[in-house]
């Protein structure tokens, strides 16, 4: 029995037939670190290039996108990060400067003191992330501000859930904008943009466009956290592919399964180019009908900038350099993988959010 936020999210299994551990992944935000390893060969062009520069970001306490939007307030650098990283966290990560017109390449691995997609995704305490994107795949951007505005969780801190009540009924937006705290600053701009405008389109547009795109893919990463749960209650086989499969190969290109051992799995991330040529898409094609979303409605010509096309995500993790030096546990996975999703499986734990998830 997994807990109630793991089926929020879409987990519906474990994977390991361990009992679990128990304890705390961390309490403080420094007793949880991630830093960003980069392939050599970009490494390599970041040094020999002179062209464009790239920083590394150390942050805790803070979201990626939070992090660099005050970056942006106050030194005026418009930077773009690879990845996204947990504000419940002390990170490193590569970031660039997008006045160059260039990227930074590719991460290699996260390094961290079943593949599944973590709490974060999704908002950890009040994972509504996936609600808000799915709203705007169907079209339906007055419900998305409500969504955003007054869902709330039981793991949603007590102060937050007052407001929360109040902003249930829309005759409180006006009073309620003074007493919504800056910690909900998205909640803030787009209230105020309700109560200025009365458009919800308009008040989603004042979102940071990132954020924006990272409510469509939380819902892209919800289908594929179902899909992965049912497949593994059906026994399908996820550790090794089979013919016709989409693999990843040691480099990370994708193609054809082709009978080589260094192959990995790839389980398709519907987006409006989604392909039903695979042998998961009897449980993909039932979960889209369940939540009456389908793949062209990741094309949304009311507001292209957050369309999607989908692609593909490894089926397992790989991980690597694990060790235990007391009291930190230490690994490395390939890039988009959750070091949250690997613990969850060592610890199993009752209740995510007081563990540390």
Same mark, same amino acid.
């Given at each position: 029995?997994?807990?109630?936020?793991?089926?929020?999210?879409?987990?519906?299994?474990?994977?390991?037939?361990?009992?679990?551990?128990?304890?705390?992944?961390?309490?403080?935000?420094?007793?949880?670190?991630?830093?960003?390893?980069?392939?050599?060969?970009?490494?390599?062009?970041?040094?020999?290039?002179?062209?464009?520069?790239?920083?590394?970001?150390?942050?805790?306490?803070?979201?990626?996108?939070?992090?660099?939007?005050?970056?942006?307030?106050?030194?005026?650098?418009?930077?773009?990060?690879?990845?996204?990283?947990?504000?419940?966290?002390?990170?490193?990560?590569?970031?660039?400067?997008?006045?160059?017109?260039?990227?930074?390449?590719?991460?290699?691995?996260?390094?961290?003191?079943?593949?599944?997609?973590?709490?974060?995704?999704?908002?950890?305490?009040?994972?509504?992330?996936?609600?808000?994107?799915?709203?705007?795949?169907?079209?339906?951007?007055?419900?998305?501000?409500?969504?955003?505005?007054?869902?709330?969780?039981?793991?949603?801190?007590?102060?937050?859930?007052?407001?929360?009540?109040?902003?249930?009924?829309?005759?409180?937006?006006?009073?309620?904008?003074?007493?919504?705290?800056?910690?909900?600053?998205? =909640?803030?701009?787009?209230?105020?943009?309700?109560?200025?405008?009365?458009? %919800?389109?308009?008040? !989603? *547009?004042? $979102?940071?466009? @990132?954020?924006?795109?990272?409510?469509?893919?939380?819902?892209?990463?919800?289908?594929?956290?179902?899909?992965?749960?049912?497949?593994?209650?059906?026994?399908?086989?996820?550790?090794?592919?089979?013919?016709?499969?989409?693999?990843?190969?040691?480099?990370?290109?994708?193609?054809?399964?082709?009978?080589?051992?260094?192959?990995?799995?790839?389980?398709?991330?519907?987006?409006?180019?989604?392909?039903?040529?695979?042998?998961?898409?009897?449980?993909?094609?039932?979960?889209?009908?369940?939540?009456?979303?389908?793949?062209?409605?990741?094309?949304?010509?009311?507001?292209?900038?957050?369309?999607?096309?989908?692609?593909?995500?490894?089926?397992?993790?790989?991980?690597?350099?694990?060790?235990?030096? =007391?009291?930190?546990?230490?690994?490395?996975?390939?890039?988009?993988?959750? %070091?949250?999703?690997? !613990? *969850?499986? $060592?610890?199993? @734990?009752?209740?995510?959010?007081?563990?540390?998830?």
């Amino acid at each position: 029995m997994v807990p109630k936020l793991d089926n929020l999210i879409g987990i519906s299994i474990y994977c390991t037939r361990t009992e679990g551990t128990g304890g705390k992944i961390r309490s403080l935000p420094d007793q949880f670190f991630v830093s960003e390893i980069l392939r050599e060969n970009t490494l390599s062009k970041i040094s020999n290039s002179g062209i464009y520069t790239v920083y590394k970001l150390k942050k805790s306490g803070i979201d990626t996108n939070h992090a660099l939007s005050e970056i942006f307030k106050r030194y005026g650098l418009r930077l773009k990060a690879l990845g996204l990283k947990d504000a419940n966290a002390t990170t490193e990560q590569y970031v660039c400067d997008m006045s160059t017109g260039r990227g930074i390449g590719n991460i290699e691995t996260n390094r961290y003191a079943l593949e599944k997609i973590g709490f974060q995704r999704f908002g950890s305490r009040r994972p509504i992330s996936h609600l808000i994107g799915k709203a705007i795949l169907q079209k339906n951007f007055d419900y998305a501000i409500e969504v955003l505005l007054s869902t709330s969780s039981e793991y949603d801190l007590q102060e937050n859930k007052k407001i929360r009540d109040m902003l249930k009924d829309k005759s409180n937006y006006s009073k309620m904008l003074t007493e919504v705290p800056p910690q909900m600053d998205i =909640e803030r701009l787009v209230l105020k943009e309700i109560i200025d405008h009365g458009d %919800a389109k308009r008040a !989603l *547009r004042a $979102i940071h466009l @990132p954020l924006r795109r990272f409510f469509v893919e939380a819902f892209k990463s919800y289908i594929f956290n179902r899909t992965i749960s049912k497949a593994y209650e059906y026994r399908e086989e996820l550790l090794r592919p089979e013919e016709d499969d989409v693999c990843y190969d040691k480099d990370d290109n994708l193609g054809r399964y082709q009978n080589d051992p260094q192959q990995r799995l790839a389980i398709p991330l519907v987006g409006y180019s989604y392909s039903k040529k695979n042998r998961f898409n009897q449980d993909i094609s039932q979960i889209l009908d369940e939540e009456q979303v389908s793949p062209k409605d990741f094309f949304v010509k009311e507001m292209q900038e957050v369309s999607d096309e989908g692609g593909f995500r490894q089926a397992a993790i790989q991980c690597r350099d694990f060790s235990i030096s =007391e009291p930190y546990l230490s690994f490395t996975l390939s890039r988009g993988s959750y %070091a949250t999703i690997l !613990l *969850r499986e $060592i610890i199993k @734990p009752m209740d995510p959010i007081t563990a540390g998830f």
